[in-house]
Structure formats: C-alpha cells, structure tokens
C-alpha cells in the first residue's frame, strides 16, 4: 500500500548496498533503508510468545531483537516505529511470527545475500495477562552475520476479536 522510495511493480527497488549498509538508487540518492507496507495473509500460530506489561515493552523489544540478531540501530528503529502503539497498553501479547511470514510473502535478491535476517511480530493488546506459551527465539535467524546481509524487520497488530 505504500512503499519508499518508490517500488517499481515491474523490476521491484533497484539500489546498490555498500558495506556500511547505505542503499543508493540510481540517481545517486542514498537510504538507509526501504520501507514498504502492505497487505498479506499469514496463517499465525498464537500458541507461544509473550505477555509483557505495557511499560516494560521498550526493553522486551530490546533484548528480544538483540537476541534476534538486530543490530542496536536497526533495533531503534523497529522500537520507534512500534513503541508508541504499544508502551500506553496495559498489556502486550507478542510473538514473532518470522515462519508464517517467509510462507506469505517472496524475496529476490541479486546478488543472493550470504545472511538474511528476517524479524516479523505480532502483536496485540490486552487489559489483563494472557497465559502463553514462552516462545524460544533461539534459531529463528542465523546467529552470526557473513558477508552480504539482507535484514528485514515488520510487523502487524493483530486485529482478531478475542
């Protein structure tokens, strides 16, 4: 629904990555990353995650996505998108939900990336505690960065009735 800078619909972004992570297109213009939001189906597994007091959202989502292999600049920036929805509830139920999402959606890359980092959560709020499943975030992305890394980081509040 909305993408910057521009998707082409036809060749998709076409930039250069350079080492420090700087995106230039091909007027010369640099990003630091693309942004693009949309509308996709995933099938959700809700069973495991985990129920965190609104107040203490800010530092889960700092360990959480450290442990999930974001940098600390790419984690600020997946915080300051998401925080201001999330630190005013009493609570909220999170899950990464990285699986579900690489099954909705496609990536192509060239050339090919030695590490891809993928970071996909669900969320939504909830006036009292929710009994979850702790999720184990262990695996879900590689535990080292080689080379060429692609990192992509969203998400979605879940909108279903409970």
């Known amino acids: 629904t909305t993408s910057y800078p521009s998707y082409d619909d036809a060749h998709g972004w076409n930039v250069t990555a350079y080492p420090d992570g700087t995106l230039t297109d091909k007027s010369g213009r640099d990003y630091p990353f693309l942004f693009w939001e949309g509308e996709i189906s995933i099938n959700p597994d809700l069973s495991y995650g985990f129920c965190v007091a609104g107040e203490d959202t800010a530092e889960f ?8 292999g974001l940098t600390d600049a ?9 925080l201001p929805q999330m630190e005013g509830n009493k609570y909220n139920v999170i899950s990464f ?5 690489e099954n909705a959606v496609s990536h192509y890359f060239a050339p090919e990336p030695d590490t891809v980092i993928i970071v996909n959560m669900l969320w939504y ?21 080689k080379g060429f890394t692609v990192v992509e980081w969203g998400g979605e509040k879940y909108r279903k009735v409970f």
Request: charged share 20%; no cysteine.
């Open 125 to 145: 709020p909830s006036n009292m505690p929710v009994s979850i499943e702790p999720q184990d975030l262990t695996g879900i992305n590689p535990s080292e960065r």
């Open 61 to 68: 989502l700092e360990q959480s996505l450290k442990q999930l």
């Open 97 to 101: 939900q990285t699986s579900a999402y």
């Open 74 to 82: 790419e984690a600020d920036t997946f915080i300051m998108y998401w």
